[in-house]
């Protein structure tokens, strides 16, 4: 059965870059997380089990820096589409500024820094909000608990519910992210052929087959998207 395009759905797929302008690291970009740790060793099951005390500080030292970050004007523009439309936000992103900016549905394909979770059971998750997860902080089952966060080999959350989001958007808007790493990034390519696809970002690798690429800063691009689309206009593809 062909899922129909909702006319009035909106699906915003992010990644780090649209929380960048809130302090918050990216992962690839020069100054990004990945030139600082070693992927291996702080987001990987085989470096949690190595050195578990290494990823626990990794993951503190990170909840800590988002409990500190505020939602940007980018944030805040993508709640205000609310206000026309059913909007959906699919994030790679661990931090929870979509919804402090006011967005209600955010789906968190690769985890939550507020959340840890049993190291022998996924289904057992705790929310943990600013707390640090300490080495002896045990789950119901008794095992030691981890950070909520889906690690390299691990299989994101909610694939199957963000392609069906995706295939009944009528606006597209990927913000944010290298489209790196997969399966997530497949997520874009979800998106029907008559939808209206707009990627927003400082680089890209490889653009999306049908996307508009508008390059530069989640600030000073996403407001005018969403004054444009709640103005019923189309955004100009030169903006930024
Ligand atoms: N505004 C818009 N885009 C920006 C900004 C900004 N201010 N700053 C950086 N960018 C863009 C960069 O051009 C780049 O395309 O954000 C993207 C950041 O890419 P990555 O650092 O690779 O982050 P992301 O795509 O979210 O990584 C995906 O990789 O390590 C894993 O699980 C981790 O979820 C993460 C996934």
């Known amino acids: 059965m062909p899922e129909f395009i909702d006319p009035d759905k909106i699906v915003i797929f992010s990644g780090a870059g649209v929380s960048a302008e809130s302090g918050l690291q990216t992962f690839r970009d020069s100054d990004g997380l990945w030139n600082n740790y070693d992927v291996k060793d702080v987001a990987t099951p085989q470096g949690w089990q190595r050195n578990p005390q290494l990823v626990l500080d990794f993951y503190n030292a990170r909840r800590r820096q988002t409990i500190e970050a505020a939602p940007n004007k980018a944030h805040l523009a993508i709640a205000a589409l609310e206000k026309k439309f059913s909007v959906v936000v699919i994030t790679q992103n661990v931090d929870n500024l979509h919804e402090q900016a006011g967005s209600t549905e955010v789906i968190h394909v690769h985890g939550e ?81 008559h939808a209206e696809k707009l990627l927003v970002s400082l680089d890209i690798e490889k653009k999306p087959y049908g996307y508009t690429w508008l390059r530069g800063t989640a600030v000073n691009i996403i407001p005018h998207i969403v004054e444009c689309w709640l103005d019923g206009r189309k955004p100009s593809a030169t903006h930024g």
């Open 113 to 193: 820094l507020t959340k840890a979770r049993s190291s022998i059971d996924d289904s057992l998750i705790y929310t943990i909000n600013e707390k640090d997860i300490k080495i002896g902080d045990t789950c119901d089952k008794g095992s030691q608990l981890r950070p909520h966060i889906i690690w390299f080999g691990e299989t994101p959350q909610f694939l199957d519910v963000a392609s069906r989001h995706m295939k009944t958007a009528a606006k597209v808007l990927v913000v944010g992210t290298s489209l790196a790493v997969y399966p997530a990034a497949g997520l874009v390519k979800k998106a029907r052929h």
